[in-house]
Nanobody, 113 residues
Framework: QVQLVESGGGLVQPGGSLRLSCACS??????YLWYRQAPAKEHELVAN???????KYADSVKGRFTISRDNAKNTVYLQMNSLKPEDTAVYYC?????????WGQGTQVTVSS
């Protein structure tokens, strides 16, 4: 059974950094994606990384966030720098495996002074 376990969220001041992790158990992953959901806002695709390591970012995070993966650990990371209050959201990891989509439980990121 595939499970995704996220970690790394928390409270940080504007301009600070956090690194989110998402460990996948059960199977090798094709694509990883990070989404976020802020109150009263639509679900937003933040970044994705293919099995070959190609990355793509939302314009709102380009230059500040970096997605990476460690295939040996079946883990994806989201390094978030220069955080802004508008980055406050629940962040969700999504893994695509053989045509199926799996989700983590979400981790809260709050950017506030």
């Amino acid at each position: 059974q595939v499970q995704l376990v996220e970690s790394g969220g928390g409270l940080v001041q504007p301009g600070g950094s956090l690194r989110l992790s998402c460990a996948c158990s059960g199977s090798a992953v094709g694509w990883y994606l990070w989404y976020r959901q802020a109150p009263a806002k639509e679900h937003e695709l933040v970044a994705n990384i293919t099995s070959g390591g190609t990355t793509k970012y939302a314009d709102s995070v380009k230059g500040r966030f970096t997605i990476s993966r460690d295939n040996a650990k079946n883990t994806v990371y989201l390094q978030m720098n220069s955080l802004k209050p508008e980055d406050t959201a629940v962040y969700y990891c999504n893994a695509l495996i053989s045509g199926y989509s799996y989700w983590g439980q979400g981790t809260q990121v709050t950017v506030s002074s």
